[in-house]
């Protein structure tokens, strides 16, 4: 039999840990440093590459993702090393997808036309609001009207382009946001990212709102029409919500995104990152070192993994559901019971259907629009012993 991880495919996770101001609501692993020795750090990716590349010769790499921080201020020739050290160790499948997330103050047609000609497939663009009023109180950098024109510049150069947003933000209104919502979809190409604000404990957002400082946000019932609406609007676009915060043409979805919530494998190399990876039939959770600086010094000692824990084939099917649930496609029940040694109590999904959260066609079970908006209590619900 193959391997579970099989079912969602193998990628490569690139972190880079550097950002030209930190977001205040940003919980990311993402530094601000005035200077920053590219080729030292093109260095050290390519040790870890070497390495871990060792450990896993012959898959098949469906995805490399360069995440941050911001990694449109890594250097062209950086990135394209690391693709084509990536290229060297793996056979690349037929529609490999080489996604680098860019943020609009350090878009140049000049960098970007780089990037593609390194490899790069793809770009994910930080844009997060689309009015100069919600940006500066995003702490972004970058003004409505720069966003757009580094999306055209974007857009000119790759055939791939998806942008982030946010909503539910500070004294944002319905209107406002659907509003909005249409004005990104009359831009887009073919990938939405729309994510609710969250605030998270750690962030200046979080310590503002421990405060009472953080005023505006909506009341649960707004956020959750929001949610409603976001997937209507969508879906009328012709954009379909194949995840819980993503949207995208037919055929457009996000490669190594899906990696994620299919449960494949995946190697997170870069200061914190995290990967999943099986090795002789074992799952492990892998976590770096999250310092810059240490990871460094941790990958020339050979020890830029902090943590590699073998996960129970129980808690391998916990993640799955609680991953698989996110996608419209849902989770086969198979694969959870092969996983997990059990089977889920039949009076339990039926319970789940009845009251919407839930539906089951076949060995398939998918979280309904109601279902996904408390997708937490729906998995607890689900998982409960």
Request: net charge negative.
């Amino acid at each position: 039999m193959a391997e579970d991880w099989t079912h969602g495919g193998f990628g490569l996770y690139i972190h880079w840990p550097f950002c030209m101001a930190k977001c205040p609501y940003c919980d990311f692993n993402s530094h601000v440093s005035k200077k920053i020795e590219q080729k030292q750090w093109l260095k050290v990716y390519l040790i870890e590459l070497d390495r871990v590349a060792a450990e896993t010769s012959g898959r098949v790499l469906n995805s490399i993702f360069f995440g941050g921080g911001t990694p449109s201020l890594m250097d062209p020739e950086i990135v394209a090393a690391i693709i084509a050290r990536a290229r060297q160790h793996w056979p690349a499948a037929n529609d490999l997808e080489v996604t680098l997330e860019a943020n609009p103050t350090s878009v140049e047609a000049a960098r970007f036309a780089a990037y593609r000609q390194g490899g790069v497939s793809r770009v994910s663009m930080g844009i997060q609001a689309l009015n100069d009023t919600d940006l500066g109180r995003l702490g972004r950098m970058h003004t409505a009207a720069e966003a757009k024109a580094a999306f055209d510049i974007a857009r000119r150069e790759f055939d791939r382009v998806s942008f982030d947003l946010i909503y539910a933000r500070q004294n944002q209104t319905l209107a406002a946001w659907q509003a909005e919502l249409r004005e990104a979809l009359a831009m887009a190409i073919d990938h939405l990212s729309l994510y609710q604000l969250t605030v998270e404990t750690g962030t200046a957002f979080g310590d503002r709102y421990a405060k009472g400082k953080l005023r505006g946000l909506p009341e649960d019932d707004l956020a959750a029409t929001m949610y409603q609406c976001t997937a209507e609007i969508c879906e009328d676009a012709g954009f379909e919500g194949y995840e819980v915060s993503n949207y995208a043409k037919n055929g457009c979805e996000s490669v190594h995104n899906k990696i994620y919530w299919r449960y494949g494998d995946y190697i997170g190399i870069g200061p914190g990152a995290h990967g999943r990876l099986t090795l002789s039939g074992q799952r492990y959770a892998t976590e770096c070192v999250r310092s810059p600086t240490s990871w460094m010094t941790a990958v020339e000692c050979g020890q830029a993994e902090n943590l590699r824990t073998a996960l129970s084939r129980a808690d391998q099917a916990d993640e799955m559901m609680m991953m698989g649930l996110r996608l419209q496609e849902g989770v086969d029940l198979n694969r959870w019971e092969d996983l997990a040694g059990r089977r889920l109590p039949a009076d339990r999904l039926t319970h789940l259907q009845e009251i919407g959260m839930l539906r089951q066609d076949g060995s398939r079970i998918y979280a309904t629009q109601d279902g996904r908006m408390v997708l937490n209590t729906l998995l607890a619900e689900i998982l409960a012993d």
